[in-house]
């Protein structure tokens, strides 16, 4: 197995293999997992993982991570990353959550959601049972409507220390000896905690 | 001559020619035309006029423009826009200023540098005959460096009144019924006044 | 009457009276005039007017301006500022629209909402009688739900060529000889046409 | 000692004792710790510390971090910080850098420049000596002028993989069930290695 330079996070995104899909940008993914806090004997869930550079950094950071999936080109990123970076904590579960969820038998410390299918509310049911209370969710969005959504079940499911923290990242491109600056798309990254006890 | 929607500033990208030189977007184009206030007696320079956006615009709501650029394929854009809008009061210069710029025979009442091909130093000494006593500077960068040296040179001017802003502009794109946020790139828009009197 | 160096739109914060309520930056401000592309032969209508900006600009630009407010304070800032620019072709509707509405008398060509008091719904139900077909309707928005929720009527009543553009605006200040980047908040800036013809 | 709920990067800038001293923001800070990839046997130095938010987090990842500052209201900050967190770890000097680095007797595997009071190129020329080959720099900026002068240093000591992230972070304010954005001041993070061998 290579050995990589960095563990932890702030991975470069060079360092993953890719394809074609869309991968969460280092600094975004960064920034995630900041928000996060991942402790090293936390049980991590990655719903819509796609090339896994969330679960892969999730997996040098805690006790064990669960990577959900449906689409077959992504399943194979998936399984590509998790080999190349040889996190072996990382369980790859296939299909549309939350039906592909049944096999995890433990409570989560850390649901992470990169792409949700269109399930927002059903996984937010399934979250009430197995998050912990007091458990870390997060997710990252590129459309408006979708993080207005979410922020609404946020609300509407009680979940406390709501942060939203919308990100504009510009990268310097070298050309000689000038930099110039390089947009990158602005991402929603939407964190909170499910509240400690008590029916909402 | 085709008639446009439009007049005056806010004229939409996709009514120009462009071919593949870049061309000054939409949103940082108007932010650009809104510091120099244009008035309907005063006489612009457009120097780098590239694609003619910004010259066409200018065009729109002064008596007079001058239009100059060197690169052969950016002139013949600059043609066509011009007669795509019929702007009679466009005239182009072509070669690397100031010395195209031998021509102009009038005091202006606005410069603007979307390129300068290196010589901002002596366009700065020109302008210093040039451009009216309280004259109206502006230009666009997307390198820091080149942003900076302007800066460095207004000061050492003592240009008046100098206002930095730094714009990123996002477009929403439509995907169905979801909005995605697709960002541009950030382009610093530095505009001043000569000093009304004076040696430096 | 004080006569202000700038007519048109690109006027400068500093020179209205701002009392201790919020305003559109000049930035923004000139963003949004510019998707509204104001011609001299139109009619506009600004609802939550605030203290003015907006309505004075449109006012240089276009026949005939309606400026509606429900906020005591800001009406008083809103009659200072009509005064201050001498725009007499601006009138001042006072209470909550749409009811506060009722005694204009022609179609509309241009319709802003800078702030609507929850009452959108109604609103894009009176624009349905009183915006031209092809009308120009554009809002501004700092929050992301009010944001989504208009994009989501628009699409309900079929409005066209939606556009959204998200603007981040930093400004430069000058300590010495260095320039600090101080951001202000972002903001959604969203406009559109009324479809041409046809019943929703 | 107080414990706290979060250990290594992503402390919330509410958890840290503020003063009135400016302080790297949260999310600014952990795309910094990001790009510094701090290992667990490394030494760190930070000059320019402030209230010492990036020494605390380094202290958290590091072996060795040395603070370095000149302000004695910082100092105190400084103090306080690292006893409320209880890193021992972290020495604290006081002083203008370079002259107050002289009892730092090892190689550095990180340099972070929060700020330099002016003395940007003596702090290269020591880093020159005390930086290992291959060891890492970043600095933070939130003037235009100073992030050029870094980078043209950089090019100039041939340092590698120089990195230029721009980053412009909006925070949600909730009202209600509502959401505003309230943009912070973009940063400058400028990160790169010391070159593995050679002279300049």
Same mark, same amino acid.
């Given at each position: 197995m290579k050995t990589f330079? $960095?563990?932890? $996070?702030?991975?470069?995104?060079?360092?993953f293999i890719r394809g074609s899909a869309p991968m969460t940008k280092e600094e975004v993914r960064s920034l995630t997992m900041s928000k996060l806090h991942? %402790?090293?004997?936390e049980v991590a869930l990655d719903i819509g993982?796609?090339?896994?550079s969330i679960s892969v950094e999730l997996a040098y950071c805690c006790r064990k991570v669960y990577a959900a999936e449906m689409k077959p080109v992504a399943l194979e990123l998936l399984e590509t990353n998790r080999e190349r970076f040889g996190r072996d904590n990382m369980e790859i579960l296939s299909g549309a959550a939350p039906d592909s969820?049944?096999?995890?038998?433990e409570p989560l410390d850390i649901l992470f959601l990169g792409g949700t299918g269109g399930n927002l509310r059903q996984i937010m049911d399934w979250a009430e049972d197995r998050?912990?209370? %007091?458990g870390k969710m997060a997710a990252n969005f590129i459309t408006m409507e979708n993080a207005v959504d979410f922020l609404r079940l946020l609300r509407e499911y009680d979940y406390q220390e709501i942060d939203v923290t919308q990100v504009q990242i510009a990268k310097g491109r070298g050309i000689g000896k000038l930099t110039m600056l390089m947009g990158q798309n602005p991402v929603f990254i939407i964190s909170a905690r499910r509240r400690d006890h008590g029916e909402i």
């Open positions: 330079r $960095y563990e932890g $996070y702030g991975i470069p995104d060079e360092d991942p %402790g090293k004997d993982a796609g090339t896994g969820l049944a096999s995890i038998g998050l912990k209370p %007091g």
